[in-house]
């Protein structure tokens, strides 16, 4: 696995000290603030129109937060194979020891039966439209579907209007659907 020997076994960007630097210099100067705004929006997509600027600092000191090479690992590994499967062991042996079978068993979305709503965005760049619409035809007992215009991947969490235009709209189905 070329990104293990690359990378590690451990974390995967996780918060470090140097982003602590960003965040308590670079990130609290108006002039300087485009470096945090650049670092942010080259892993998730850009958009400034829906970030709260004054709060820069407080998510460059948290982000990225990391993720275990592992799952980096997978989602390359999807990327590469073109199928939403199980992480790939390496080799038949390993994958035979933990599957049962040669190969890493394929997600089988039409079996599940949990009701699903889905929101996405155009612009979010670590989760593919295509990849989404692909999904959303295959979920069986999907509630809902909303794209998010303009939007990408962190403005589900920190956009200035994530509450109004998707947390309120996720209450409102789950009191619908308990």
């Not at 000191?61 to 090479?69: I, Q």
């Not at 692909?134 to 909303?146: A, R, W």
Request: hydrophobic letters at 40%; aromatic letters at 12%; proline letters at 4%.
């Amino acid at each position: 696995m070329e990104l293990y020997e690359l990378f590690g076994k451990r974390d995967f960007l996780p918060s470090n000290a140097l982003l602590k630097f960003l965040a308590e210099t670079v990130c609290k100067v108006p002039e300087t603030r485009f470096v945090c705004y650049d670092i942010l929006f080259l892993i998730c997509g850009y958009d400034l129109s829906n970030l709260n600027k004054t709060r820069l600092p407080v998510y460059i000191s948290h982000s990225p937060a990391g993720t275990s090479m592992r799952d980096l690992v997978h989602f390359s590994q999807m990327v590469r194979s073109d199928k939403f499967q199980r992480y790939d062991y390496g080799s038949k042996t390993e994958n035979m020891k933990h599957y049962g079978q040669a190969d890493p068993p394929v997600y089988n979305v039409t079996q599940m039966t949990t009701p699903t709503v889905l929101f996405w965005a155009e612009d979010d760049w670590l989760a593919d439209s295509t990849d989404v619409k692909q999904l959303i035809s295959n979920i069986q007992n999907l509630l809902g579907s909303y794209e998010i215009d303009n939007w990408n991947h962190l403005d589900f969490i920190w956009g200035v209007d994530a509450a109004k235009i998707v947390y309120d709209k996720i209450i409102k189905i789950m009191k619908e659907h308990p």
